[in-house]
């Protein structure tokens, strides 16, 4: 280890995996399955998104997706993101079906990172962004170097709030018009989760097979 602290980006580039979930980093040619599943599910994901200028279908398209490639490689390789394509390992092919990214990353005395996440509406409710997250969260404890990690989500979804609450991040505040959403500033609840938490139960992994082994 440098005399200056630990690498720029520990813990990256990595392959995560769990059963048929696989976590890994983009590559180029994902261009047109990343468009094919955004332009796909613009009434599941649009309400939820940032708002940015443009049309769906143009910041969606193969050609965004060069931009969003370059963004995301350049905050990985500064430390700043995690940022992972979301595939279903099925046959003789990785299909892409989702993101998420540990990001805004804080080193230092403060090692924290805000996790966003989506998931193609054909594959919600398999457990796929779950295990993802539990994938992603025990990484970033990990060989990430993360003591804290934390999502914030609009009241309104559901879905997503229910992903967080069932591997037992904490509610922890209440963000009032936190960020422009589908062309409005909407409110937000913050969930949070530290290493400590999760510790004795082996990680945010085993703690999800668990929950997942007592549901059935």
């Not at 003591?147 to 209440?174: A, C, D, Q, T, W």
Request: hydrophobic share 40%; with cysteine.
């Amino acid at each position: 280890m440098s005399l200056f602290g630990p690498p720029r980006a520990p813990g990256w580039p990595v392959e995560l995996a769990d059963g048929p979930v696989l976590l890994r980093p983009y590559r180029r040619s994902d261009a047109t399955a990343w468009s094919e599943v955004r332009r796909a599910n613009r009434a599941w994901l649009a309400p939820w998104e940032s708002s940015l200028p443009g049309g769906w279908d143009e910041l969606n398209s193969p050609a965004a997706f060069r931009w969003v490639h370059r963004d995301q490689r350049r905050s990985a390789r500064e430390g700043d993101g995690m940022p992972f394509a979301v595939c279903l390992r099925e046959a003789n092919r990785d299909r892409l079906v989702g993101h998420i990214n540990v990001g805004s990353i804080v080193r230092r005395a403060l090692c924290s990172g805000y996790v966003g996440y989506w998931v193609d509406a054909r594959v919600a409710g398999r457990g796929v962004i779950p295990t993802a997250l539990a994938l992603a969260v025990d990484h970033a404890f990990g060989p990430g170097g993360l003591h804290r990690v934390e999502v914030n989500i609009r009241p309104e979804n559901r879905p997503s709030r229910r992903v967080v609450e069932k591997l037992g991040f904490r509610e922890e505040s209440y963000h009032v018009r936190y960020m422009h959403i589908d062309g409005a500033w909407r409110d937000h609840i913050g969930y949070a989760m530290t290493s400590e938490e999760i510790a004795a139960e082996g990680g945010l992994l085993a703690r999800w097979h668990r929950v997942r082994a007592n549901a059935r």
